[in-house]
């Protein structure tokens, strides 16, 4: 059973900066994509950033110019580089892996999250 291990969370004053890590423990084939959900208390959980094996990448419009999403394809890891950081962007931040099992479905896994909080 494959694992998602996260690392890089923690606390940090606005405008600084953090690197999350997560890094797939396991096996998983057939990978469509990879990246980071966040969910802070009270909301849904949101799509902070998304990166396919060919390197499109896709971010939510609060993050966009101040996250970076990058992967090593051949080691099944995803990093997530951010700066400028808000007090708005304090939540449990969640990697994932999106994976095919036929070619019409897929299954997603998810690691144990990381907690990233910003002072003001």
């Known amino acids: 059973q494959a694992q998602l291990v996260e690392s890089g969370g923690g606390l940090v004053q606005a405008g600084g900066s953090l690197r999350l890590s997560c890094v797939v423990s396991?096996?998983?084939?057939?990978?469509?994509?990879m990246g980071w959900y966040r969910q802070a208390p009270g909301n849904q959980r949101e799509l902070v950033a998304r990166i396919t094996p060919g390197g499109t990448t896709n971010y939510g419009d609060s993050v966009q110019g101040r996250f970076t999403i990058s992967r090593v394809n051949g080691a099944n890891s995803v990093y997530l580089q951010m700066n400028s950081l808000e007090p708005e962007d304090t939540a449990v931040y969640y990697c994932y892996v999106d994976s095919y099992i036929t070619t019409t479905s897929m299954r997603r896994y998810w690691g144990q999250g990381t907690q990233v909080t910003v002072s003001s």
């Open positions: 396991g096996s998983i084939n057939s990978i469509r994509a």
